[in-house]
T-cell receptor, first 109, second 118 residues
Framework: GQNIDQPTEMTATEGAIVQINCTYQ??????LFWYQQHAGEAPTFLSY????GLEEKGRFSSFLSRSKGYSYLLLKELQMKDSASYLC??????????FGAGTTVTVRA | GAVVSQHPSWVICKSGTSVKIECRSL??????MFWYRQFPKQSLMLMAT?????????EQGVEKDKFLINHASLTLSTLTVTSAHPEDSSFYIC??????????????FGPGTRLTVT
């Protein structure tokens, strides 16, 4: 099975940086995804890591360490619209995604 | 980019009735679609994997006779909640896997269906 942990909530100020950590213990690993989800909407893809290291994509970056079962999502230059839930998801060998409970990020002015 | 639609976007039904939710891949063929359920302030839980032309594979704890899944074509999967009860009220989200997955973000999510059972 899959066990995916991430913090429940985080608060940060507009323009700041926030790092959301995700640790996982899985029976199979075929990539780690980060999604953004606004209330009442479907998740939207943010990033994908399958090899160790940092993937940068504009204001968002994601890091993976497979040996440590650890990933983080870094959000830079926070904007009010970044207030949302951020989901860490691990894909197994059958291409199924298991999601963490999500981290609610609140951006304050 | 790949687009997945769901219909209806929201539905209210009475306890004991059945509700059908459609999931369509609009601009690509999807041999595999996934159905998720999300309760308020919780994460997505995979209910079942739907493969075109074959029976769906259900996750542990999901009643296959209650949640009927049909994947009749490469662009359409349906989820029917039979004899719905208030505890079935939830946000149902489908995703579709692109047939040619050189694309690493291969699951494309639909906008979700809010089901309320009264």
């Amino acid at each position: 099975g899959q066990n995916i942990d991430q913090p429940t909530e985080m608060t940060a100020t507009e323009g700041a940086i926030v790092q959301i950590n995700c640790t996982y213990q899985t029976s199979g690993f075929n990539g780690l995804f980060w999604y953004q989800q606004h209330a009442g909407e479907a998740p939207t893809f943010l990033s994908y890591n399958v090899l160790d290291g940092l993937e940068e994509k504009g204001r968002f970056s994601s890091f993976l360490s497979r040996s440590k079962g650890y990933s983080y999502l870094l959000l830079k230059e926070l904007q009010m619209k970044d207030s949302a839930s951020y989901l860490c998801a691990v894909r197994d060998g059958d291409y199924k995604l298991s999601f963490g409970a999500g981290t609610t990020v609140t951006v304050r002015a | 980019g790949a687009v997945v639609s769901q219909h209806p976007s929201w539905v209210i039904c009475k306890s004991g009735t059945s509700v059908k939710i459609e999931c369509r891949s609009l601009d690509f063929q999807a041999t595999t679609m996934f159905w998720y359920r999300q309760f308020p302030k919780q994460s997505l839980m995979l209910m079942a994997t739907s493969n075109e032309g074959s029976k769906a594979t259900y996750e542990q704890g999901v009643e296959k006779d209650k949640f009927l899944i049909n994947h009749a074509s490469l662009t359409l999967s349906t989820l029917t909640v039979t004899s719905a009860h208030p505890e079935d009220s939830s946000f149902y989200i489908c995703s579709a896997r692109a047939e040619t997955s050189g694309d690493y973000y291969e699951q494309y999510f639909g906008p979700g269906t809010r089901l309320t059972v009264t």
